[in-house]
């Protein structure tokens, strides 16, 4: 499906440092399914390698408020 294929793209940026791709990735499976909770954690570590701890803690809070 395509959710488990962009949050493997994603995955793929994230490795390759490429984080804005990463996280356009893990958006589009948020759009697919905003429920999806590994979207939301990868998008948390992706900002936290960008330096972007405010953002990182947002991501996190929303993977937590679902249920």
Known sequence: ???D???NLGNSY???RNY???????T?????NPN???AYENMAKTYEA???SGK???MRKKMESIR
Do not use: H, P
């Not at 804005?20 to 893990?26: D, G, H, K, L, V």
């Not at 589009?28 to 697919?32: E, F, N, R, S, W």
């Open 1 to 3: 499906n395509y959710e």
């Open 5 to 7: 294929a962009y949050i």
């Open 14 to 16: 994230g490795v390759l």
């Open 20 to 26: 804005q791709f990463s996280i356009e990735s893990y």
């Open 28 to 32: 589009k499976v948020l759009k697919i």
């Open 36 to 38: 999806n909770k590994m």
């Open 50 to 52: 960008m330096g972007e």
């Open 56 to 58: 990182a803690s947002e």
